[in-house]
């Protein structure tokens, strides 16, 4: 595959003048770094904030350079500060979120690989019809199924746990990982399986032996959409789980300033950045092979 | 013993038909090629006998066991893809093993047959490498190495030489050629092009629209063309077809091409009993069953000929032999012949046609008389 970083096909800029040319390039660079920085400013300040004391924010406000810098406020985010009634940080409602991410970022991914498997090679009557339900989910807002995941929750005794998170979210993912995979999957030429039937492999060994190599660029695109999404869903969380039980994003709303008493910016904007850290880490991590593989197909 | 019989088979698609009650059958150790343009339905068909596809009605049977319900793995039978179908993540080796690995076969036995079928192909290098590393030749032999690994009780074939340039295509053709003479399993090998159901078959079947034209040997097929498309579809160039009259003269009868001089071209006695005077026909004429009439050639050879008139429009030489694009009696017509005895381009000369080689097809239902 092109690196776009070494091969260019087509420069837009390069037409014109030498003069022209150099002016576009100036707008072009100029844009990009006001675009750059509308959007890392909110990071900044976020960061400069977690670093400084607490009445130097106040006498001097949110935007301003950090005068002295400590780490203190960013131990006392993930192990003593109060949030919602508990007195042990972040770090609970970290290791709440981790517990019910993962597993449903598993799950969701490996029944959409499985399904899009079956629907892309495995055509049956009706196909079609499974597919387009379980992809009605994307574009289902989350409201309209809150009631019903209530219903089911208390029903199988899940309500206000971590594992009932886990059900809903691998639920509600396999809609966007059966998508993605069924698409992916289409791109593998059918002459593969019949090829594979002939030669007298079945459903499992040809989904372990030829799809699943293939399936990579699609895997990281379903657990780093899995990943980010679970990880900073809000509100199914703070439906379901209430106290100790919640998810990091739904913990941290304890800081929109209905609580009494003073405010710890510094100590609630290193809790922010722990809350935001991990789906940041994925994506930096991966979002190269995110658009990578949204926009190969399966076998060149 | 037959090897393969297809009896009354039929295909649908919804309401298209695409196969319509095809019978055929072929001997232990034949090479039967499935001819005939783009989505006539051969790949429906051999996909049918691979059991890729299911039937509609009718029966396939291999070894003279029915196997419409069988699944393909249970049918002994080994397939090469127009596309290759190499898996793509797998090594060359492991393309080749892969059918021997889900049958649960010992990894000695494995190695060997690898070994063997890489020796016979010469594809011994290539085992460690992955099929995105070959080139589209090395490709078609991994792929023909792939299906002969598994000493099958068929070998079937879709187009397997279609991706391949002109001049590999030739060299691949021979070589499937001896391959087959070499392992000796009957084969059923799909392809759009009649050279290649020439040169390799022992039979041909030519389809058309989803029926079964005619199934026979090459010289039959070529020789002998059931009906007008047969005629026109094997052979290259194509054969003319004059429109004429059967007129009677004696014993027997002679052949009027319309709107020339009238002159009558005698046929051979004996034969096409079925004529009545006046009836029109379809009179075809292969392009090298013309001969130039000064070479005297069916005099030589005895036959009673008559010449006819040729007005040389155009020539094509191919250096083997000139093609000459002709109007003969104010229908077109293309003749092959030598290149040093090729007319200038405008000229009117005589050509004689070789009246034991010609076809003749009633003019409404298009079937040999
Ligand atoms: N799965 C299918 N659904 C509907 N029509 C099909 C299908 N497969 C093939 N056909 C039709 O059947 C006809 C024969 O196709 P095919 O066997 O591939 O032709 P060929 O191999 O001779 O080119 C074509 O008209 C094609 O459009
Ligand atoms: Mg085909």
Known sequence: MADATTHQEFDPLATGSRSKQRRSRAIVYTLLVVFALIYISPLLIILTNAFRPLEEIVREGFISMPNSMSFGYWVEAWSTFCIGGTCEGVSRYFSNTLLMTVPATILSTAFGVVNGYALSKWRFKGDMWVFGLITLGVFLPAQMTLLPWAFVLGKLGLSNSIAGLVLVHTVQGISFTTLFCRNYFVSVPDDLIKAARIDGAGFWRIFRRIMLPLSPPILIVCVIWQFTGIWNEFLFGTVFTSGANQPITSAIVAFSGSGTGERHYNVEAASVIFAALPPLFIYVIGGKYFVRGLTSGAVK | ?369
């Open chain 2, 1 to 369: 013993m037959s090897s393969l019989q297809i009896k009354n088979l039929r295909k649908s698609y919804g309401a298209v038909e695409v196969l319509k009650d095809i019978n055929l059958e072929a001997e232990s150790g034949e090479f039967v090629a499935l001819v005939g343009p783009s989505g006539c339905g051969k790949s429906t068909l051999l996909s049918i006998i691979a059991g890729l596809e299911s039937v509609t009605s009718g029966e396939v049977l291999i070894e003279d066991h029915v196997v419409n319900d069988a699944a393909p793995k249970d049918r002994d039978i080994a397939m090469v893809f127009q596309s290759y179908a190499l898996y793509p993540t797998m090594t060359v080796r492991q393309n080749m093993t892969f059918g021997m690995e889900c049958r649960n076969i010992d990894k000695a036995t494995q190695d060997e047959t690898v070994k063997r079928v890489a020796t016979l192909l010469q594809i011994e290098p290539l085992l460690n490498r992955k099929p995105g590393q070959l080139s589209g030749g090395q490709r078609q032999r991994v792929a023909m190495g792939r299906a002969l690994v598994r000493d099958p009780k068929l070998f079937l074939f879709d187009e397997p030489l279609s991706n391949l340039d002109a001049k590999l295509r030739v060299e691949m053709r021979s070589e499937i050629k001896k391959l087959h003479q070499t392992v000796g399993r009957t084969t059923v090998y799909v392809t759009h092009d009649q050279i290649e159901a020439m040169t390799l078959a022992t039979r041909i079947a030519v389809m058309y629209q989803g029926v079964l034209q005619q199934y026979d040997t090459p010289k039959t097929i070529y020789e002998k063309p059931a009906n007008t498309f047969v005629a026109g579809f094997m052979g290259s160039p194509n054969m003319n077809f004059f429109k004429a009259k059967a007129v009677k003269n004696g014993d027997g009868f002679s052949v009027v091409i319309e709107g020339g001089e009238g002159t009558p071209l005698p046929l051979p006695a004996d034969r096409y009993d079925t004529l009545t005077d006046g009836q029109s026909i379809i009179f075809g004429v292969r392009p090298e069953h013309f001969s130039p009439a000064s070479d005297n050639r069916a005099e030589r050879k005895g036959i009673a000929s008559v010449a006819v008139p040729v007005r040389v429009d155009m020539d094509e030489p191919t250096g083997s032999e000139t093609v000459l694009l002709t109007t003969i009696a104010g229908q077109n017509a293309t003749i092959v012949c030598e290149p040093d005895a090729a007319p200038a381009i405008g000229d009117t000369v005589d050509f004689e046609i070789d009246m034991t080689k010609i076809s003749l097809f009633d003019r409404k239902s298009e079937l040999r008389l």
